[in-house]
């Protein structure tokens, strides 16, 4: 892989590495929560689930952006071509969906496992596709495709910016568009249209919905990236 696809390697080893940096102050932030409201009053929550379900999309969103303005007119003017470059980025963005994920999910077992301890409930503050903290599946599930989404609108509004002022604006409005339906279905927002629709298997429609919108966010960002031109940006 180092050979074949440089660039999906150092996309995931520089910016998983960089979110388990940011991970460690993150879950110390929540246990001094959880500590301070435990003193002062009392625990009935997750508290994590609120952090969680806030920094890690907009680190994914950050890092997508990054993942465009850093390397792709580094790796075009050392001679890749711009569809073997967008080829390991879409194997990059799932890729750091699931291990943004798996921290996100180390993240609620770590304070579920306190919780037990201390007798507290570690229940959700509000409705969530996957139910609750222990459905370690279904928090994983969730968060990847979510995250996937924030991730591929980074990019593709940053491939929009870097193409031209305007379409960069223009690109903006769609990657609320695209983002949004993650964050009703899966309830992450507070407000879940699960509630209002009786589904069977609701994870399965809303990761078909979340991946669906993906591909063709994808599709958009080739559209942009395909014939951009390759010129030294002014200072």
């Known amino acids: 892989m180092t050979a074949r696809l440089p660039l999906l390697r150092v996309l995931l080893t520089a910016h998983v590495s960089f979110g ?31 952090l969680a379900t806030q920094a890690p999309r907009w680190f994914a969103l950050g890092v997508g952006v990054d993942a465009i303005n850093t390397y792709l007119r580094l790796n075009l003017a050392h001679g890749r071509t711009r569809r073997d470059f967008l080829r390991q980025l879409w194997s990059y963005l799932p890729g750091l969906a699931v291990c943004l994920a798996v921290l996100v999910t180390a ?63 223009a690109t903006v409005p769609f990657g609320l568009v695209l983002v949004a339906p993650g964050e009703v279905l899966t309830g992450f927002n507070g407000s879940t249209l699960l509630e209002l629709v009786t589904l069977t298997s609701p994870v399965l429609p809303t990761v078909a919905i979340c991946l669906g919108l993906a591909v063709l966010a994808c599709a958009a960002t080739w559209g942009i990236v395909r014939d951009i031109p390759l010129r030294a940006k002014v200072a």
């Open 20 to 50: 388990f940096v940011l991970w460690l102050p993150l879950m110390l932030l929540s246990a001094l929560i959880v500590t301070g409201i435990g003193i002062w009053g009392e625990v009935d929550r997750s508290i994590w689930h609120y």
């Open 107 to 169: 993240g609620y077992q770590l304070e579920r496992g306190a919780y037990a301890l201390l007798g507290w409930d570690h229940r959700l503050a509000y409705p969530s596709v996957f139910g609750d903290t222990g459905n370690v599946l279904g928090i994983l599930g969730s968060f990847s495709v979510v995250l996937l989404l924030w991730a591929t609108a980074g990019v593709l509004i940053a491939a929009g910016f870097t193409r031209g002022r305007l379409l960069g604006i």
